[in-house]
């Protein structure tokens, strides 16, 4: 654990260095503080003035906004990736006890856990939806979600200033939620490749109560985040070896 916990402080003063690697933290910290306390004063705003009620899209709005988490930690992520290969910083982990295996399971797992505490933190304190056991099932695809998104970066940015490109382009996945919720079936189902998508239609099944819909978006969930994640580690291996 030692070799973890060296890496993990190299981290934490790397980010602590870089603006752009602290948003990965802040941003998802500053979604909670608006959901919470701007979101009912937005809405109390809507109805008075425009007898809009915005507390029916509450749900939409939970779902949506934590939809950016596994991006922006796996962001955080791809781009210390992109650092480390241009400086040929992987070759020397090969050499070291960390291994090339030990160093590419952290960073695997660091995107996945920070992911998880920050969505489980928002599903609980935002106030937009109630958090409910079956919201594990939520959380696991997110996690996944994370580091899938850091070796998108990792194997398509040349550098670090074409990642930051890709990272807004990825941005678009955010379309998932959107397809889930407005898209009428079955013509959501054309969404299915989108990898937020999964976790958005979960998220929905859970809320109407429908216990075969929630097994069975999680399962297939479940294999096609598995499937991304696998191809992509495999062809990031092939990059850099």
């Keep these: 654990m030692k070799k973890y916990h060296t890496l993990f402080l190299s981290d934490i003063r790397h980010a602590g ?7 990965g933290i802040f941003a998802p910290l500053a979604l909670l503080v608006v959901s919470r306390f701007g979101f009912p004063i937005a809405a109390e705003w809507l109805t008075n003035g ?4 915005l507390n029916e899209y509450s749900s939409f709005a939970s779902i ?3 939809m950016t988490f596994p991006m922006l930690t796996g962001m955080m992520t791809g781009l210390l990736m992109l650092d480390e290969r241009d400086e040929n910083i992987i070759s020397y982990y090969a050499v070291t006890p960390l291994m090339r295996k030990g160093y590419m399971v952290y960073r695997l797992v660091l995107p996945s856990v920070l992911c998880t505490l920050l969505s489980l933190v928002y ?5 937009l939806s109630d958090f409910q056991l079956e919201h594990i099932y939520i959380l696991l695809l997110l996690a996944i979600e994370a580091p899938c998104f850091a070796l998108f ?9 074409e990642g930051l ?12 939620p959107i397809v889930a919720y407005f898209i009428p ?3 959501q189902f054309t969404g299915a490749w989108i990898p937020t998508y999964w976790p958005a239609k979960l998220f929905f099944a859970i809320e109407d109560a429908s216990g075969f819909s929630v097994i069975a978006c999680f399962m297939v969930g479940l294999i096609f985040h598995l499937s991304l994640l696998s191809i992509l580690v495999r062809i990031y291996i092939k990059r850099i070896d």
């Design 17 to 23: 260095l870089d603006p752009v690697l602290m948003v």
């Design 50 to 53: 425009y007898a809009f009620d």
């Design 64 to 66: 949506f906004l934590v």
């Design 123 to 127: 599903f609980v304190v935002s106030g």
């Design 153 to 161: 970066l990792a194997y398509f940015a040349a550098n670090k200033v």
């Design 165 to 176: 490109a890709l990272s807004k382009i990825g941005g678009l996945f955010i379309a998932g």
């Design 185 to 187: 079936s079955p013509w």
